[in-house]
């Protein structure tokens, strides 16, 4: 199994960071949303940044650096269930990639309205120009995660890494996690992935998520292509530190992405949900919290029921169990039938052992 090189419990992407004590770190994945427009694409950060998230991510490659210009044979998408039937990859991608010099405008905005911006590199070059832009982290998508030496050398830059497992054995996993850390990696995330557009639910498997990280002693988080947010919230419960889903303004816009993307109004509900869920995970506790105890008071407890005298014997028919919560517990019920009170009561007093003989 992977030896751990420098892996420290928490570090940071950007000014954020990232690890279990710290909440969920939600990513706005632009992908080919951006419909080969800038303005949108700009759009797109805006409103990435208007619905909280943390960071918005991009994709860096072309279509010469992806694929070969080719409309036959495997080039070419024949599956009927594929939302991209009928096109040929080079295609795809070229309508697909983010054109290089929007890069800069892009991360430019980012900057300006306070949100981490970085991307996916898919060869050398991509992660050369990348580098000159500064970028704080680098994501490995799910296809490219067998790419040792695109690993290796996105490793060699030092910085945080965030990997999707989408497809990857345990064995394939074990290389790439060996190959980062050995290429100079200390601070990885490995994203549970399910790599189908969109992804159902029953196929997700979020109980991996602890597994992954007791195997690999890293981060773990989730890149969901499920529709909604339901998945992504339910992922924090099982550790999951980092959340990518993707986005675009409007799903009827159309787009590459668009189908499995969520929308502004569905982004800020996935960063105030996860941010719920963080907090609600807490620590192991028994009893009630500091909040509670204020409302012990609204439990059940044994009060006379009926106006009674001195001397009277306590029964089913002049003392119950109701609330609120300040006579004695109900446990003690079967113990103070026939016993006698020691002085008049009226109906609504809270029994306690002050009011019994003997």
Not at 140 to 148: L, V
Request: glycine share 8%; aromatic share 8%; charged share 25%.
């Amino acid at each position: 199994m992977t030896e751990v090189i420098g892996n420290k419990k928490d570090f940071f992407i950007g000014t954020r960071s990232i690890g279990a004590d710290h909440p969920p770190f939600i990513i706005a994945e632009m992908s080919g949303n951006h419909n080969n427009s800038l303005e949108r694409a700009l759009e797109i950060v805006e409103a990435a940044a208007n619905s909280g998230a943390h960071a918005l991510k991009l994709q860096t490659y072309t279509a010469d650096t992806m694929t070969l210009n080719i409309s036959d044979g495997e080039f070419f998408i024949e599956d009927p269930n594929s939302l991209w039937k009928g096109r040929s990859l080079y295609d795809l991608y070229q309508k697909a990639h983010t054109p290089w010099e929007w890069h800069k405008p892009i991360f430019d905005r980012c900057k300006d309205l306070g949100l981490i911006c970085f991307s996916t590199p898919f060869d050398d070059t991509s992660v050369e120009f990348l580098e000159e832009l500064d970028v704080p982290c680098y994501k490995i998508a799910s296809f490219e995660n067998t790419d040792i030496p695109l690993i290796r050398k996105v490793a060699a830059t030092g910085k945080p890494m965030i990997i999707s497992t989408g497809m990857a054995t345990v064995s394939e996993l074990e290389a790439t996690v060996t190959a980062a850390r050995e290429a100079g990696c200390n601070d990885l995330v490995l994203l549970k992935c399910t790599s189908s557009y969109p992804a159902t639910p029953e196929n997700t498997n979020i109980r991996t998520i602890p597994h992954l990280r007791e195997l690999y002693k890293c981060e773990i988080g989730l890149s969901d292509h499920t529709m909604g947010i339901g998945v992504a919230v339910a992922s924090v419960a099982f550790g999951a530190s980092v959340i990518e889903k993707h986005f675009t303004l409007c799903r009827d816009d159309g787009g590459v992405d668009s189908t499995f993307s969520i929308e502004p109004g569905e982004l800020k509900l996935l960063v105030d949900e996860t941010m719920r869920a963080w907090q609600a995970l807490g620590t192991i506790k028994y009893g009630p919290t500091e909040e509670e105890y204020k409302s012990r008071i609204f439990r059940r407890s044994l009060y006379i029921v009926r106006d009674m005298d001195e001397g009277e014997t306590l029964t089913r028919d002049n003392v119950r169990a109701i609330r609120p919560g300040a006579g004695l517990a109900p446990k003690y019920f079967s113990e103070i039938l026939g016993r006698r009170i020691n002085k008049a009561v009226k109906r609504g007093t809270p029994l306690s052992t002050d009011l019994l003989w003997g």
